[in-house]
């Protein structure tokens, strides 16, 4: 299985800053045959579920706030939110979609400063 | 924008079965695949397996081969999940996923979730 692995584990950052969350697979989840990696990030909120966010690593899901970014090819990757906002606290997943099983990280928990 | 609706929560005793339910709306159910995805306290979410809701194809996770059984009835636009011989490690919330790419696949990414399912084991 390809092990996901989060840095950090727990992020606090001023509202109207940057964020950033790295995630990092144990081999590349990168389709050479269409140059896509399969890297996807979830956001969740207490007792909700899941919420997906990106997908092939830089494409955004519909109707996903534009300050969202994802980036990284082949083992590495990062989410960003270019300036916080209240509603964005929030644990961030990301789940390789490359190869069976999918597997998902263990959870960046993102709080306000 | 399609929804799941889950069926309330459960509380089993150890080698018990449970059967959750996830009704959808919103989009067309059989030509999507529906992943069951569970989370322990503490624990990362964890892939269980799909079920193809047009032809009813399952692919079940090789650490719940055997104790799992995913269903579905199209006239109700529903996927069942019914796992069995349940222990204490069980104890988790369960979730029905559409696997957004539309293909019976195992590596998918998942675009609609239920509201999620508790399901207690203990005696």
């Known amino acids: 299985d390809i092990v996901m692995t989060q840095s950090p584990d727990s992020l606090a950052v001023s509202l109207g800053e940057r964020a950033t969350i790295n995630c990092k697979s144990s081999q590349s989840v990168l389709y050479n045959s269409n140059n896509k990696s399969y890297l996807a990030w979830y956001q969740q909120k207490p007792r909700q579920p899941p919420r997906l966010l990106i997908y092939?690593?830089?494409t955004r899901e519909s109707g996903v706030p534009d300050r969202f970014s994802g980036s990284g090819s082949g083992t590495d990757f990062t989410l960003t939110i270019s300036s916080l906002q209240a509603e964005d606290v929030a644990i961030y997943y990301c789940q390789q979609h490359y190869s069976s099983p999918p597997t998902f990280g263990q959870g960046t928990k993102l709080e306000i400063k | 924008q399609g929804q799941h609706v889950q069926s309330g929560a459960e509380v089993k005793k150890p080698g018990a079965s449970v059967k959750v339910s996830c009704k959808a709306s919103g989009y067309t159910f059989t030509t999507y695949t529906i992943h069951w995805v569970r989370q322990a306290p503490g624990q990362r979410l964890e892939w269980m397996g799909w079920i193809n809701a047009g032809n009813g194809d399952t692919r079940y996770s090789q650490r719940f081969q055997g104790r799992v059984t995913f269903t579905r009835d199209t006239s109700a636009d529903t996927a069942y999940m019914d796992l069995s011989s349940l222990r204490s490690e069980d104890t988790a919330v369960y979730y029905c996923?559409?696997?957004?790419?539309?293909?019976?696949?195992?590596?998918?990414?998942?675009?609609?979730w239920g509201q999620g399912t508790l399901v207690t084991v203990s005696s």
């Open positions: 996923a559409r696997g957004s790419s539309g293909i019976p696949r195992d590596h998918d990414a998942f675009d609609i």
């Open positions: 092939w690593a830089s």
